[in-house]
């Protein structure tokens, strides 16, 4: 097959494009169920607080946990993506989490939920960058924002459907225990659904491979030589393990990335988190404003979309600015909801803003892992780029936790993910992609 220099196919059979649109659709279909296994907690916490006598502080802990396991497990198979194929493994990851979700609903002690919870978040992390890698071996670098935006956005509707339920379960009145039991048995169903419909890799299905690209970030002498070298792709493709995470951990470009998404993710989850407890208040068995946080996960289901398209079409594939201009709204946002009443008729407006610009960037981290690293190595990227995600969201819990205790004030989550947005902001115009 032939390819033009941006690495779209020129023949390109409508077999072809019909196979690369089914694997994107059921990467996004088995991922919008991922987040009932993760994103639940937050709306367990009052219930937690009641029944078992443990403090707001410690069950951002037991977050934690889960977040820092998430984060040991994305460095580990983003690798393993790359290096076995990531269909097996987000299916694996899938059923994985929804035991582990069900062992965490029999908990009686902080001990007894933050073990499963702990272990849960490594299952979580089979899910993402192998799905990511799936995704790079079946788009061309072209079109890598608008689907990762699409990626990013099934992820966003994931908040969306854990959110939902997670309050239909509490309006019910069933219970914190069955937040963990009924949601997740919809990541079974994505699990299976992709372990039979996807295939790692376009040679499966019996087509030509992507052409290999470059990478954008600082070479090594090989890397430079790759032009003239016509086995170099070879020795990308059969690249070790060690030889993936140190072409990724000795690129600056991409450490600067990784330090820029994690102050995203401590502003990411101290919304997911924390958000359902200032809208379910004291009186969370009879709170009459819960729904409004619905508002929060459906505007960073906008903003991840809205993100992948803008960087591709307005910005050219210059991730960074469209990284930095997001974070500095959801500042803006944010601090707008810090002085808001709860109850507010503004609020819901605000908070679907303030997810947009917050999570929105989001499309944007994921490409360049790619864009600076190369497809063969954006498992391994999109991992190490995770883990520093999640370091930074695991040390965010506690802190906001210890803050609305001390302070008495739910509302305190929003200035702290202002101030964590703002960093993010500056640090990603050192990007420079």
């Not at 089979?126 to 992820?155: C, D």
């Amino acid at each position: 097959m032939n390819f033009d220099p941006t690495g779209n196919r020129l023949d390109a059979s409508a077999s072809f494009r019909f196979a690369q649109w089914r694997m994107l659709l059921a990467t996004m279909f088995c991922y919008l169920f991922f987040y009932t296994g993760r994103q639940t907690f937050g709306f367990a916490i009052p219930g937690i607080e009641e029944e078992l006598g443990i403090s707001k502080s410690m069950l951002g802990w037991a977050s934690a946990a889960m977040l820092w396991s998430y984060a040991i497990g994305q460095s580990i198979n983003g690798n393993l993506g790359d290096k076995f194929g990531g269909r097996r493994l987000m299916s694996l990851g899938a059923v994985l989490s929804c035991l582990l979700n069900w062992v965490t609903s029999f908990g009686q002690t902080l001990p007894g939920l933050v073990a499963p919870w702990a272990l849960n978040g490594y299952a979580q992390s089979m899910g993402w960058a192998p799905g990511s890698k799936v995704l790079s071996s079946w788009w061309p670098a072209s079109e890598r924002g608008k689907v990762y935006g699409a990626y990013v956005f099934a992820a966003g509707m994931a908040s969306v459907l854990a959110f939902a339920t997670s309050t239909l379960i509490l309006e019910l009145d069933l219970g914190w225990r069955w937040i963990f039991r009924v949601p997740v048995l919809l990541l079974l169903v994505g699990g299976a659904t992709y372990y039979f419909v996807v295939r790692d890799t376009p040679e499966e299905l019996g087509f030509a491979p992507l052409p290999d690209e470059q990478p954008t970030g600082p070479q090594t002498k090989s890397q430079t030589r790759q032009d003239d070298d016509p086995d170099a792709s070879l020795r990308t493709i059969n690249e070790t393990s060690r030889q993936r995470y140190l072409a990724a951990l000795t690129n600056p470009r991409f450490l600067i990335a990784c330090l820029a998404i994690g102050f995203q993710s401590m502003a990411r989850y101290g919304l997911l988190i924390w958000v359902p407890v200032h809208f379910l208040g004291d009186d969370w068995k009879n709170s009459d404003t819960k729904w409004m946080s619905l508002a929060l996960p459906i505007g960073m289901a906008l903003g991840a979309i809205t993100s992948g398209w803008l960087s591709d079409r307005l910005f050219h594939s210059n991730r960074s600015r469209v990284i930095s201009l997001f974070l500095s709204l959801a500042t803006a946002s944010s601090l707008a909801m810090y002085v808001l009443p709860r109850g507010h008729m503004l609020a819901i407006p605000l908070l679907l803003l303030t997810g947009f610009f917050a999570y929105g960037p989001q499309s944007a981290f994921w490409a360049l892992c790619p864009d600076l690293l190369g497809r063969q190595r954006a498992g391994t990227g999109t991992g190490v780029m995770n883990t520093f995600a999640y370091v930074f969201a695991g040390l965010g819990e506690p802190f906001i936790g210890w803050l609305i205790e001390s302070q008495g004030d739910t509302a305190v989550v929003f200035g702290v993910v202002a101030t964590a947005c703002f960093s993010g902001a500056v640090i990603s115009l050192m990007i420079r992609r």
